[in-house]
Structure formats: C-alpha cells, structure tokens
C-alpha cells in the first residue's frame, strides 16, 4: 500500500463499508466525512464535535462506528505514546507523524517518507506482504512551549 497521497472519495469509502459488512447508516456516512474532511487524524472526541459530523451522534455511535472501521481496516488507530487514541483514514493519510508529549496533540508529517525503500527491501527479503510502518517523533509543540 505505501503512501498513497490519493484521497478516496465518500462514494468509494462507502462501498468499501458495504463489502466489509457494515451498515450504511447515516452516522456512518458522517464519519467518514469527518474523517475524509480533517485530513488529518482526531480523536473520538474531535470526530464527535466536528462542525462536518452534520447529524448529532452520540459518543457510544461513534466509538462502536470507529471501531468496527478498525477493525475493517479501512480506519486506522495511532498515537499508541499520546493521550488519546486518534483515528485516520488508512488510504488518505501519510503513516509518519509528530505527537506532543504535553498536550498529545498529533500532525501528519508532510516529509517524503525517509523509510519507504526500507519496507520495500523488508518486503522483498522477509517474504511478507501488506506492509507498513508508521513513525511518531515526539516532541514538545509551539503551543506548549509558551
Ligand atoms: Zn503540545
Ligand atoms: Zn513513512
């Protein structure tokens, strides 16, 4: 899979839903916009007060919602180190990322990936298929350092 900087399209993430099973409900479908909107990965609390959620959801919704995404594989959980779990879309969103250790706050890292000829070689010499990495540089954001 790699890096695809190609963003899906709601029509496509919708069906992809469909062949995994899940029921196209509208809280669905707001999810995912919120998802595909941000660009970025949010927390269950930010994807619950997003301004492009458009229909109100309870917390329970879209936890239940996030993580039969995960478990699909269509959304992804990362920030293992922060404070929150955050949640990306898998095909959308660059795998490497700068998380604050004080707040936890999490940005996509807009670098050419350093390590993506790594897991190619890994890739050719281990075998395995389907792989990925992400990367979390920690550090102290601007808004903390204040
Ligand atoms: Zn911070
Ligand atoms: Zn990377």
Do not use: N, W
């Given at each position: 899979?790699?890096?695809?900087?190609?963003?899906?399209?709601l029509d496509?993430?919708?069906?992809?839903?469909?062949?995994?099973?899940?029921?196209?409900?509208?809280?669905?479908?707001?999810?995912l916009?919120?998802?595909?909107?941000?660009?970025?990965?949010?927390?269950?609390?930010?994807?619950?007060?997003?301004?492009?959620?458009?229909?109100?959801?309870?917390?329970?919704?879209?936890?239940?919602?996030?993580?039969?995404?995960?478990?699909?594989?269509?959304?992804?959980?990362?920030?293992?180190?922060?404070?929150?779990a955050?949640?990306?879309l898998?095909e959308?969103?660059?795998?490497?990322?700068?998380?604050?250790?004080?707040c936890?706050?999490?940005?996509?890292?807009?670098?050419?990936?350093?390590?993506?000829?790594?897991?190619?070689?890994?890739?050719?010499?281990?075998?395995?298929?389907?792989?990925?990495?992400?990367?979390?540089?920690?550090?102290?954001?601007?808004?903390?350092q204040?």
């Open positions: 899979m790699g890096h695809s900087h190609a963003t899906p399209d496509s993430l919708l069906d992809q839903c469909s062949d995994a099973g899940l029921r196209r409900t509208s809280a669905l479908r707001a999810c916009e919120v998802l595909l909107k941000a660009g970025q990965p949010l927390t269950l609390q930010e994807i619950g007060t997003s301004p492009f959620l458009g229909i109100s959801c309870d917390p329970a919704t879209i936890y239940r919602l996030i993580t039969r995404l995960e478990e699909k594989r269509i959304v992804r959980r990362i920030g293992f180190h922060s404070r929150a955050h949640y990306c898998r959308s969103s660059h795998q490497d990322y700068l998380i604050c250790r004080d936890g706050s999490v940005e996509v890292l807009d670098i050419t990936c350093p390590v993506e000829h790594l897991e190619k070689e890994i890739a050719k010499t281990s075998g395995y298929s389907d792989l990925e990495h992400e990367l979390e540089f920690f550090g102290r954001c601007a808004a903390c204040r």
